[in-house]
């Protein structure tokens, strides 16, 4: 089945200063992909969701990048603020089940 | 709004004691899940269900049961409650595999 690696676990970047988390998947049949944005104490809240159709698709202040040759999916916050500061999560349907499957998240930590 | 209710928030339970987690979607999703969180590890999938009915082990089921009487209800059952099984458990709906998954604000369980 499917298997999404995300990385770094921990980053941390100043206000004003871009940052990047990455992740990669195995199955090359995968279409959908999620990132989810967690604050302290919440649940988790859909940030956005790709097809495999765009390699680029923008938010509001993010960008998300879809390289399906090397399977990897990225977020890039282009000028990070305090408010992005939670825990941030990747997740790919599992083309084989019912299920959906995500990374172990990255704890983003935004210093004034 | 697709709303998916967790109950308790909180929970304190001893060693050796039955815990029961309850979950109810308003979404009318076919496709319930538990999880719980715990630091290094993220998200991981616990039981799921695809209907009323049905439940089926997820990647970390030892120790748990899930009951889905309803398409509204999904229960995580922790017969005999064990330290190890302290965490924060989230609950989510979802329709296929390819949309989004819905979740709850989770539930933070003790077990002393």
């Known amino acids: 089945g499917e298997q999404v690696e995300q990385r770094p676990p921990h980053l941390s970047v100043r206000e004003g200063d871009s940052a990047v988390i990455i992740c990669t998947y195995t199955?090359?049949?995968?279409?959908?992909f999620f990132w989810y944005k967690q604050e302290p104490g919440a649940g988790l809240q859909l940030l956005m969701k790709v097809f495999s159709s765009t390699e680029i698709n923008e938010g509001q202040g993010f960008t998300v990048l879809l390289n399906k040759k090397d399977k990897q999916l990225s977020l890039n916050l282009t000028a990070a603020h305090p408010g992005d500061s939670a825990v941030y999560f990747c997740a790919v349907p599992d083309t084989n089940a019912y299920k959906v499957i995500f990374g172990k998240g990255t704890h983003l930590h935004v210093l004034p | 709004e697709a709303a998916v209710t967790q109950s308790p928030r909180n929970k304190v339970a001893v060693t050796g004691g039955k815990v029961t987690l309850s979950c109810n979607q308003t979404?009318?999703?076919?496709?319930m899940y538990w999880y719980r969180q715990d630091t290094g590890h993220g998200l991981r999938l616990i039981h799921y269900s695809y209907g009323a009915g049905s439940t089926e082990k997820g990647d970390i089921p030892d120790g748990y049961k899930a009951s889905r009487p309803s398409q509204e209800n999904f229960s995580l059952i922790l017969e005999l409650a064990t330290p190890s099984q302290t965490s924060v458990y989230f609950c989510?709906?979802?329709?296929?595999?390819?949309?989004?998954?819905?979740f709850g604000k989770g539930t933070r369980l003790t077990v002393v």
């Open positions: 989510a709906s979802g329709d296929r595999g390819d949309t989004e998954v819905f």
């Open positions: 979404n009318n999703h076919n496709n």
């Open positions: 199955d090359p049949n995968s279409y959908y």
